[in-house]
């Protein structure tokens, strides 16, 4: 029997490969239109929706189109079919079509479309050029008696310690002794008072995130049977994690600057690619960030690339990578993110076998060279 699939099923999916955490914070990314609960046979990706597009889905019966850029990216006042701007989600919303945007969540995603246009080019040892910080955490280690390590690590994880990543519940024991001699004033929970004590006990370790480290502490005092239990409290050095926005990678012998222009423009469908610096420079380390990413020249020259690789900059930016002394290839903005549309709808249609996925067949790009 078929499984049914909803838009909900495919929405987690996406948020688990494109985690929303990853996108910008101008980004309006997530299940924007519609509603979780339908049923899915047809889905659709595409750049963006447009009048082309949502005719396409609404003929095709799609039942969710994952549009890469948002839908209604600027705040609309108005909703109408009579507005250039609306025209299209209105069309999708009146034939009960949802819409997914994931944008830079996808761009920035391990496997996402900069790790995509790498391949592409052959780079090799690639990175994040941006990468994003990891969480301010904690571990936290207590001492235990055996008896309390099951209402301890439970208190604990309620309180939201023990997330590692997609895991929950995560800790690890280690047996071991420990001494006390209890004052006068003490009420010890196990041996007497007035003696140095040897208890055989369990070093207790959790993680936890700096914002609920208060909640943990305090859960793990309730559960104690100690009157003063130990707890040691370690600040962690997360380094930066593998996802992040843009790539940086190389080759692994440098190569003419017109030689690397070819590349770009051949392995993405043999486009026009404009080309500041000079032909002929060396090119090694190349940063690479689809779309509109000349904001990241400076991050470019800074990480000592050879060149930065875009879909698209202003004329200012321009000069800034002239004035740094970077090359730059502009290979155009739907040249550079198209590709990932369509290996996402791969993607989709891989996880989700009983569904229908495709890219969009009438999607072009607006922008056309004249001869």
């Not at 509603?35 to 929706?49: F, H, I, S, Y």
């Not at 108005?78 to 025209?87: E, F, K, N, V, Y």
């Not at 235990?144 to 604990?156: F, G, N």
């Not at 070819?262 to 026009?272: E, P």
């Amino acid at each position: 029997m078929t499984k049914v699939i909803t838009v909900e099923h495919v929405a987690t999916w996406l948020q688990q490969f494109a985690p929303v955490g990853l996108a910008e914070s101008w980004d309006h990314v997530g299940l924007l239109l519609g509603d979780p609960a339908t049923r899915l046979e047809r889905v659709m990706t595409c750049l963006t929706v447009t009048e082309a597009t949502a005719q396409e889905a609404v003929t095709e019966r799609v039942g969710l189109v994952v549009s890469h850029h948002p839908i209604l990216f600027r705040d609309a006042r108005q909703i109408r079919a009579d507005l250039p701007g609306t025209a299209a989600v209105w069309a999708l919303a009146r034939a009960g079509i949802s819409v997914y945007s994931p944008h830079t969540a996808l761009d920035n995603t391990a496997g996402g479309i900069n790790d995509l246009l790498c391949r592409r080019f052959g780079l090799v040892d690639c990175v994040p050029l941006r990468p994003l910080p990891g969480p301010n955490s904690f571990k936290v280690v207590v001492f235990t008696p055996e008896s309390d390590r099951d209402s301890v690590l439970e208190a604990a994880f309620a309180a939201g310690a023990g997330r590692i990543g997609r895991y929950s519940e995560c800790s690890f024991a280690t047996p071991g002794e420990g001494t006390f001699f209890g004052s006068e004033e003490s009420q010890p929970a196990v041996g007497q008072k007035g003696r140095r004590e040897t208890v055989v006990e369990l070093r207790l370790e959790v993680v936890c995130p700096a914002e609920r480290l208060a909640s943990v502490l305090s859960a793990i005092r309730g559960r104690h049977s100690y009157e003063e239990p130990a707890i040691d409290v370690y600040p962690l050095h997360t380094p930066p994690e593998d996802r992040g926005a843009g790539r940086i990678g190389r080759y692994l012998e440098p190569r003419p600057l017109s030689e690397f222009a070819a590349i770009v423009a051949a392995n993405l469908g043999h486009v026009r690619v404009q080309q500041v610096g000079d032909p002929g420079r060396k090119v090694q380390k190349v940063a690479v960030v689809c779309g509109a990413g000349d904001d990241f020249i400076g991050d470019a020259a800074a990480a000592d690339a050879d060149v930065l690789v875009t879909g698209e900059a202003r004329f200012h930016r321009v000069l800034e990578a002239e004035a740094l002394g970077i090359g730059l290839i502009l290979a155009g903005h739907y040249a550079t993110e198209r590709p990932g549309v369509e290996e996402l709808a791969r993607r989709i249609a891989g996880t989700f076998p009983d569904l229908q996925v495709w890219p969009s067949q009438f999607e072009r790009d607006p922008l056309r060279a004249s001869h």
